[in-house]
T-cell receptor, first 117, second 110 residues
């Protein structure tokens, strides 16, 4: 049973650099989510895909953030011109649901911890 | 605007006793609720969920109770074990967006 896989696990970058994270969801799942978690907080919603379509993007995501899910499979989250405030754990989750239902659990990967120096 | 609140940041319980974790929500449109457990350096792991058409759901040692009129849910762990020591998050959704609380750190004392 392969769960949600995220790479890299850790990323240290200098302020102003671009970074890209990858998420491989559970293969039969049609929905994919990106969340961000900072110390002492719960996961915060960033964006959501149903198959390859990005259906929602949080206002937390500035125009420096972009996410893609080509062909409805893996997803990438890119942050351009990183800032120290971007330091956080970036979590990917996937789920399977039919139609417009939202009554199935999200299954999370182990996250990518980003440190911007 | 915290739509899902976990007001107890931490809880300590003796091994073998019951652990009760609480969660309150404000949005009456939420109709599906979940509990997750998180160990350090790992992602949240799904534990148990409940639909708003039910008031109780049980899975082994874990039971979730939902009180819609009070907009309150709780997670009961019986009996508590040292391996249950982790941060527990409740979450709620009525649409695509799952909203999480800030977590309660549970410590089960041997």
């Amino acid at each position: 049973d392969t769960g949600v896989s995220q790479n890299p696990r850790h990323k240290i970058t200098k302020r102003g650099q671009n970074v890209t994270f990858r998420c491989d969801p559970i293969s039969e799942h049609n929905r994919l989510y990106w969340y961000r978690q900072t110390l002492g907080q719960g996961p915060e919603f960033l964006t959501y895909f149903q198959n390859e379509a990005q259906l929602e993007k949080s206002r937390l995501l500035s125009d420096r953030f972009s996410a893609e899910r080509p062909k409805g499979s893996f997803s990438t989250l890119e942050i351009q011109r990183t800032e120290q405030g971007d330091s956080a754990m970036y979590l990917c989750a996937s789920s399977f649901a039919r139609g417009g239902e939202f009554n199935s659990p999200l299954h999370f990967g182990n996250g990518t911890r980003l440190t911007v120096t | 605007d915290q739509q899902v609140k976990q007001n107890s940041p931490s809880l300590s319980v003796q091994e073998g006793r019951i652990s009760i974790l609480n969660c309150d929500y404000t949005n009456s449109m939420f109709d599906y609720f979940l509990w997750y457990k998180k160990y350090p350096a790992e992602g949240p792991t799904f534990l148990i969920s409940i639909s708003s058409i039910k008031d109780k759901n049980e899975d082994g040692r874990f039971t979730v109770f939902l009180n819609k009129s009070a907009k309150h849910l709780s997670l009961h762990i019986v009996p508590s074990q040292p391996g249950d020591s982790a941060v527990y998050f409740c979450a709620a959704t009525g649409t695509y967006k799952y909203i999480f609380g800030t977590g309660t750190r549970l410590k089960v004392l041997a």
